[in-house]
C-alpha cells in the first residue's frame, strides 16, 4: 500500500517568514494530493490540493508543488500569520479516496 | 448545503465491547470513508463505502466494520474493542468526479 513521510515534525517560524513542508509518497499510481489544516479538536480543512498532471498550484500566500519522478510534494506558505499556526497534514491517493493516506503531520508555530 | 454530520461526539467504552458510530454525508455526496486518528498522529484510512458497498480498505482488522445506507449514511461498527482503538473517528465524503471530500468533526472513542 502507500505509505507517506512527512517532514518535518515541528516547525517553528517567525511571522512574516515563510514556511516549507514536504512529504515524500511510494506508490506512484496515486494522483491526487491534498494538504489539510487541523487545529486543535477540530476537523481537517482542505487548503490546497494538486493533481498528477500538475506540477505547481497556488493560492494566496500558499502554494504546492509536485515532482512525480521523485515522487514527493512540498507545501510553501509565504508571510506566515500566527493564525496559520495548526497542524499540517499532507496526503495522497486516487482520486475517489478508495486508497487514501496520510502524512504524521507538521506542527507549524508562528511567533509574533 | 448540508455539512458532515456525526454522532456521537465523544464516547467512552470498556475492553471487550462494541461501539457503533454514525455518519451523515454531505448533501449530494454518495461516498463515505472512515478514518482513525490517534492523538498527535495522522488520520488512517479505514475504509470506504460507495454505493452501500465497501470500496476500499486500509490495514484494520476485520473487527472494524462498516454498512452505507441508500441514502448514503454510514455507520463504523468496531467489535471487541481494545485499549488501543481509542482515537478520533472521522467520517468524509465525496461525490463522483474527483471532487474534494469533507470531513466530520469526528467522535472522540476512548476505552477504559
Known amino acids: 500500500g502507500e505509505n507517506v513521510e512527512q517532514h518535518p515534525s515541528t516547525l517553528s517560524v517567525q511571522e512574516g517568514d515563510s514556511a516549507v513542508i514536504k512529504c515524500t509518497y511510494s506508490d506512484s499510481a496515486s494522483n491526487y494530493f491534498p494538504w489539510y489544516k487541523q487545529e486543535l479538536g477540530k476537523r481537517p480543512q482542505l487548503i490546497i490540493d494538486?493533481?498528477?498532471?500538475?506540477g505547481e498550484k497556488k493560492d494566496q500566500r500558499i502554494a504546492v508543488t509536485l515532482n512525480k519522478t521523485a515522487k514527493h510534494f512540498s507545501l510553501h506558505i509565504t508571510e506566515t500569520q500566527p493564525e496559520d499556526s495548526a497542524v499540517y497534514f499532507c496526503?495522497?491517493?486516487?482520486?475517489?479516496?478508495?486508497?487514501?493516506?496520510f502524512g504524521s503531520g507538521t506542527k507549524l508555530n508562528v511567533k509574533p | 448545503e448540508t455539512g458532515v454530520t456525526q454522532s456521537p461526539t465523544h464516547l467512552i467504552k470498556t475492553r471487550g465491547q462494541q461501539v457503533t458510530l454514525r455518519c451523515s454525508s454531505q448533501?449530494?455526496?454518495?461516498?463515505v470513508s472512515w478514518y482513525q486518528q490517534a492523538l498527535g498522529q495522522g488520520p488512517q484510512f479505514i475504509f470506504q463505502y460507495y454505493r452501500e458497498e465497501e470500496n476500499g480498505r486500509g490495514n484494520f482488522p476485520p473487527r472494524f466494520s462498516g454498512l452505507q445506507f441508500p441514502n448514503y449514511s454510514s455507520e463504523l461498527n468496531v467489535n471487541a474493542l481494545e485499549l488501543d482503538d481509542s482515537a478520533l473517528y472521522l467520517c468524509a465524503s465525496s461525490s463522483s468526479g474527483a471532487q474534494p471530500q469533507h470531513f466530520g468533526d469526528g467522535t472522540r472513542l476512548s476505552i477504559l
Open positions: 494538486i493533481r498528477s498532471n500538475v
Open positions: 448533501s449530494g455526496h454518495n461516498t
Open positions: 496526503a495522497a491517493g486516487g482520486y475517489n479516496f478508495n486508497k487514501f493516506y
